[in-house]
């Protein structure tokens, strides 16, 4: 696949962070903050980044494995639900967007359920839901890359009206299992130390899920042979989805607001398309499913908070921007030692 996501130009770093030193406390005192300043500024290719209309996107898709009940105590119509409380105000997601400004849009990927027509509902619908993973690839070649060009389309809209930071979320019933498996065959770790409890398996089922995917991908892996396959095999619309509107959001140079595991996975596609991309990604969180972790280490990345989060929807991105916003308001409105009157060290 053609991307065109360039590499930062590091040539502001010097200017960048003399800046940032010479500000009124001693030396990297502003600790994350003074990385999150510099990393932004050399997305932008500026000493006064500005972030504008930040808006986060929730991409919502079913999954086939989950009607055979062995990855999720939940069934499948809990994501048509869930999308009905997103366009009702009610999630957490909403709370937090209206809390700190950010325009939320929610888009049907691929839910097993028809909406009526909403000015706050995207319809980007590829089908109702991917097939079972278990018998056959999850989706075929020509829907994934309709998912890919979709989420790009998306993003570009959100750039033409003045967004340059973007969050990713989603919401899927079985999506935890599509990102254990993307999981395993990008970091080249078992499936045992992929899998998570998702939403709220006891051991028992715990068990079954892993056993599940473990047999889903031996079933696979020797078809796999491109990152395009693997999305295209254990991948869920949303997550294909999420991975166009990454890519895009990096070719235009906005900065990328990534959320937990799910997200995670459909950034672990994009890289192993264009590595470029992390420079433009701001972790937000650490998620409590187990195996978030182990992505952030294998992209060596460092997320900003670890709150123990694992409800998606994009609520990491949501909670951690007032402290992305925090890093360019210092950098831009705080004074200098010269401006403050102040002794330097």
Known sequence: ?????????????TDLQEKINFKTKPLGALGVLEKIALQIG?????????????????????HGIT?????????????QQMVLNFLNGGAAINVFCNQNNINLKIIDAGVNADFETSSTLINAKIAKGTNDYSIGKAMTNEQCLEAIQKGKKLVKKAYSKGTNVIGFGEMGI?????????MSYFTNTPITNCVGRGTGL?????????????????????????????????????????CGAMLEAASLKMTLLID??????ALLVANA????????????????EQGHKNMLNYLNVEPLLNLGLRLGEGTGCAVAYPIIEASVNFLNN???FKSANVSEA
């Open 67 to 79: 009607k055979t009940n062995k990855v999720s105590p939940y069934p499948q119509e809990v994501t």
């Open 202 to 242: 006891n051991d028992e089922g715990l068990q079954t899920k892993i056993e599940t995917l473990q047999q889903v991908y031996n079933f696979h892996k020797n078809d796999v042979k491109t990152p395009l396959d693997a999305l295209t095999a254990f991948g869920g619309f949303e997550i294909a989805m999420l």
């Open 42 to 62: 050399l997305i932008q290719n500026t000493l006064t980044p500005v972030l504008s209309k930040p808006t986060i996107l929730v991409f919502a898709g079913d």
């Open 260 to 265: 937990g595991f799910i997200v995670t996975s």
């Open 174 to 182: 079985g999506n935890t299992s599509a990102a254990a498996l993307l």
């Open 334 to 336: 705080m004074a200098t």
């Open 1 to 13: 696949m053609k991307t065109n996501i360039i590499p930062l130009d590091k040539k502001l770093a």
């Open 273 to 288: 398309l264009e590595s470029a991309i992390v420079d433009y990604c701001i972790f937000c969180h650490t998620s409590g």
